[in-house]
């Protein structure tokens, strides 16, 4: 079955930077984009943040984070980054990787805060 496990969360200081990492499971990596979603505090809708591509070659981002983070993959390791730098305090959420393969699936998330 699908999993998804992402890692690399914590806190930082605003100007900081953090590296997430989500690693992937029981389906074919290199065949699907993956997305980065965020959301800031319980009962608040989820923001997307981030796509790539199953080749990696093609990226996407939110406006609120374009010019700061970076997402990329690596097909042989099944797991898929992100690269956040110069991070505000408005960054500080639950991150979480999605593939939608037959439906969406969701790893469990990894909390970041950004905070002096």
């Known amino acids: 079955q699908v999993q998804l496990v992402e890692s690399g969360g914590g806190s930082v200081q605003p100007g900081g930077s953090l590296r997430l990492s989500c690693d992937a499971s029981?389906?074919?990596?290199?065949?699907?984009?993956m997305r980065w979603y965020r959301q800031s505090s319980a009962g608040k809708a989820s923001e997307w943040v981030a796509?790539?591509?199953?080749?990696?070659?093609?990226?996407n981002y939110a406006e609120s984070v374009k010019g700061r983070f970076t997402v990329s993959r690596d097909n042989t390791r099944q797991t898929v980054f992100l690269q956040m730098n110069d991070l505000n305090p408005e960054d500080t959420a639950v991150y979480y990787c999605?593939?939608?393969?037959?439906?969406?699936?969701w790893g469990q998330g990894t909390q970041v805060t950004v905070s002096s």
């Open positions: 029981g389906f074919t990596f290199s065949r699907y984009a």
């Open positions: 999605n593939v939608y393969t037959d439906k969406d699936y």
């Open positions: 796509r790539i591509s199953g080749g990696g070659d093609t990226t």
